[in-house]
């Protein structure tokens, strides 16, 4: 496990947390600010809806942090008690170490949060790499979760590797770079001015992981029984939304795959979506 800093500068550093502040004081809910200690380090947690309430626990993608759920706790705070959490070795408030992906050190860690927050039973909304942390999880501690959103999720088809020699070309590229890369991950979306600015010190500051997450084996799938919801871009530059579909598909039994036409690897209005598959509503 790493020690060494996540970011490029101490100065970076701040800037990327203070922005990520300045996002937090616009959370649509009255909201609880924590900190859950475990062995791999602190990690923060954003606690909000419905006191006693079903848990519904997000996890966010890699080179973020919990903000991106910022328009969507309004509707999942009406019926559940929600809890955002910044994942370990991100850019967000939770420690900066980063265990290895190939033993199971993220499940130990989510297991120990949900032991801490009391959190018995969960549906889980897990994006990206928030997917895949969700997903074996949900393999090793099916006990635990009663549903399982997967948000453009990885671990189900290998990265395009296209994508990230385009994305590590184009990097060194300054402005230019910058504009094409998020052409790639936002395809043709109208990006939210914030999100841009954002993202732009993400660029700029923070060191993103280059070691390829795990892809599950067919046998790991079969181990999931609960009701599972995957939602993909066609366009996704990263894995293949369609590949992802069947191979969910033909290992677990209680899974609905809806493929989003002209929308790439970031998905966005998708709440009312969501709350529609997990509460039963969309047939």
Aim: glycine share 8%.
């Amino acid at each position: 496990m790493t020690k060494k800093s996540i970011y490029k500068s101490e100065s970076g550093k701040a800037k990327i947390l203070n922005f990520y502040e300045s996002l937090l004081s616009g959370w649509q809910v009255p909201v609880e600010k924590g900190t859950v200690s475990t062995r791999y380090g602190d990690t923060f947690v954003l606690c909000c809806g419905k006191t006693g309430a079903k848990p519904l626990v997000l996890l966010h993608g890699t080179g973020s942090n919990s903000a991106m759920w910022k328009a969507d706790v309004k509707e999942f705070s009406l019926k559940y008690r929600v809890y955002a959490i910044d994942i370990i070795g991100e850019c967000g408030k939770s420690s900066e170490n980063r265990p290895g992906w190939k033993e199971n050190h993220y499940s130990r860690w989510l297991n120990e949060i949900f032991g801490q927050l009391d959190i018995n039973n969960a549906t889980i909304i897990g994006c990206s790499l928030g997917g895949w942390i969700a997903t074996d999880f949900t393999i090793r501690h099916p006990e635990k979760v009663d549903k399982l959103v997967l948000l453009a999720t990885a671990g189900i088809t290998q990265v395009k590797t296209s994508t990230i020699f385009l994305i590590v070309i184009t990097s060194l590229f300054s402005n230019w770079g910058f504009k094409k890369i998020n052409k790639i991950v936002y395809g043709n979306l109208d990006i939210d001015k914030t999100a841009l600015e954002f993202a732009s010190l993400v660029k700029k500051y923070f060191i993103p992981r280059t070691d390829v997450l795990t892809v599950f084996t067919n046998s790991q799938l079969q181990k999931i029984h609960i009701p599972v919801y995957f939602i993909g871009g066609k366009q996704d530059c990263f894995y293949n939304s369609q590949k992802t579909a069947l191979r969910l598909s033909e290992n677990i039994k209680l899974i609905k795959n809806v493929v989003l036409p002209d929308t790439g690897h970031v998905l966005t209005n998708l709440t009312n979506m969501i709350l529609d598959l997990i509460e039963n509503r969309m047939n």
